[in-house]
């Protein structure tokens, strides 16, 4: 029977401290890198790239290729979570999908119409899902559940560090977009090398006497779609998925146009441009998010509660999101990306260390993670077609941050229903 708390996998003893330690420290790298291609290729160069192509139709055209493209990471990431499950090993995917991804990199810099640009990010999109649906299970692989919250936040400064890092490299290799997307394919490519070199893969479990997994029957397609999807039945996952979906939607509808709101919304002081606004905003944001994503995490596991901090960040990303509407000057844009970060920063520590809480099996962890997943990419299918049709059609950004506030404040309510997690 299917219990609402995760237990330890079988055959995974829980590792000595020096080790536990060393493990975070490369789940943080290889988070890091990944967080440094999303940020700064999805918010930099790839923008970039797209108003060079597109001009005054790059709204739209970030747009569809942003939603094309999230299609892509939505259906790799469960796939490649199931796949790494039924093997038994993570490492061979978290290494085959960045090297993948460094071939997509590398042929996204050398494209110059709105088509290849599209493909070339649709490939990079499908691979690094690969690669991370592997390095999310490590966590719920390897790390007792008493240490989550902890586990999570350490691993969640990836997103600070690595965005920051990200955005810093994207704005000065702006004008050189070969140049730069060449770097963050050695930087995941590099990660992954480092992180399957000293983190040595540990066999799941093992077949019984006799049997392989190559004995097991296959399942009819319909039962295995059913067996993909299952954990979205368990009520407290269900409600999680929710929650999330909606906190990363009203993120990413306005984070996604960040580049075109400072050129387009914001009264920039004379002489900064937008991607160099870009290198100053991310630091602020980042930092702030690092500060959040710690305490959020340590004390989440101190006092064993994790909704109240989900809850109240993601009610707090939402109320931002007025903050440009009401003063939409510079000084408005770094007090809302200060705030914006301290939210969002809080909301996906302690909101990954709740969602292993409720996982409904233990053995199924990858493919689980990789559902959730769908709730952190779906939202991005949406996204890009969401803020382009609001923008559009009701004349500007300012709508854009109200959509995006109460999508994040509805996400906060949807943390309620969750009953076996405090």
């Known amino acids: 029977m299917a219990t609402n708390e995760i237990t330890d996998p079988p055959g995974l003893a829980d590792p000595e401290p020096s080790r536990g330690r060393g493990l975070l420290l490369l789940l943080l790298v290889a988070n890091s890198a990944m967080m440094a291609v999303y940020m700064g290729v999805g918010s930099v160069l ?18 569809l290729i942003g939603g094309i493209s999230a299609i ?7 796939i490649a979570g199931a796949l790494s499950d039924r093997s038994g090993r993570r490492n061979p995917w978290v290494l085959g999908g960045a090297l993948a991804s460094l071939g997509g990199l590398a042929l996204l810099g050398s494209v110059s119409t709105a088509l290849l640009v599209g493909i070339g990010w649709c490939l990079v999109q499908a691979t690094m899902n690969v690669y991370q649906a ?21 691993v969640g400064l990836g997103l600070p560090i690595g965005g920051t890092v990200g955005v810093l490299i994207a704005s000065q290799t702006a004008d050189h977009l070969r140049t730069g997307y060449l770097v963050f394919g050695g930087v995941i490519a590099g990660a992954a090398l480092l992180l399957t070199t000293f983190c040595r893969d540990v066999p799941r479990s093992e077949p019984a006497p006799g049997t392989s997994a190559a004995d097991a029957p296959a399942a ?5 779609v059913k067996a993909f999807l299952s954990a979205l039945g368990n009520h407290d996952f269900r409600w999680a998925f929710i929650g999330r979906a909606l906190m990363v939607l009203g993120y990413f509808s306005v984070v996604g146009y960040q580049l075109y709101i400072l050129d387009d919304h914001i009264a920039l002081p004379e002489g900064l441009t937008p991607p160099a606004a870009m290198a100053m905003l991310t630091p602020v944001s980042m930092v702030a998010m690092a500060v959040s994503t710690v305490v959020g995490g340590l004390l989440s596991d101190r006092w064993n509660r994790r909704k109240v901090f989900v809850g109240v960040s993601a009610a707090l990303a939402g109320l931002v999101m007025v903050v440009p509407v009401v003063s939409p000057t510079w000084t408005g844009m770094l007090v809302f990306s200060a ?50 049709a609001v923008v ?3 004349g500007g950004y300012t709508p854009l ?16 229903p969750i009953r076996s997690v405090r």
Not at 50 to 62: C, E, F, H
Not at 403 to 414: E, F, M, R, Y
């Open 46 to 63: 790839l923008p970039t790239q797209i108003a060079a192509i597109a001009g005054d139709d790059k709204v739209a055209v970030l747009g």
């Open 72 to 78: 892509f990471a939505t259906a790799f990431n469960p």
């Open 134 to 154: 592997a390095v999310t299970a490590i966590v719920p692989d390897r790390v007792p559940a008493a240490r989550r919250g902890t586990a999570s936040a350490l």
């Open 220 to 224: 009819p397609k319909g039962a295995q």
């Open 339 to 388: 705030l914006n970060g301290l939210a969002f920063g809080c909301f996906m520590a302690v909101d990954t260390a709740l969602v292993t809480l409720v996982l409904p099996r233990a053995e199924d962890a990858a493919r689980d993670m990789g559902v959730l997943n769908i709730a952190n990419a779906g939202p991005q299918i949406i996204a890009p077609f969401v803020a382009s």
């Open 392 to 394: 559009t059609a009701l």
């Open 401 to 416: 941050f109200l959509v995006g506030g109460a999508l994040s404040l509805i996400g906060a309510l949807a943390i309620l």
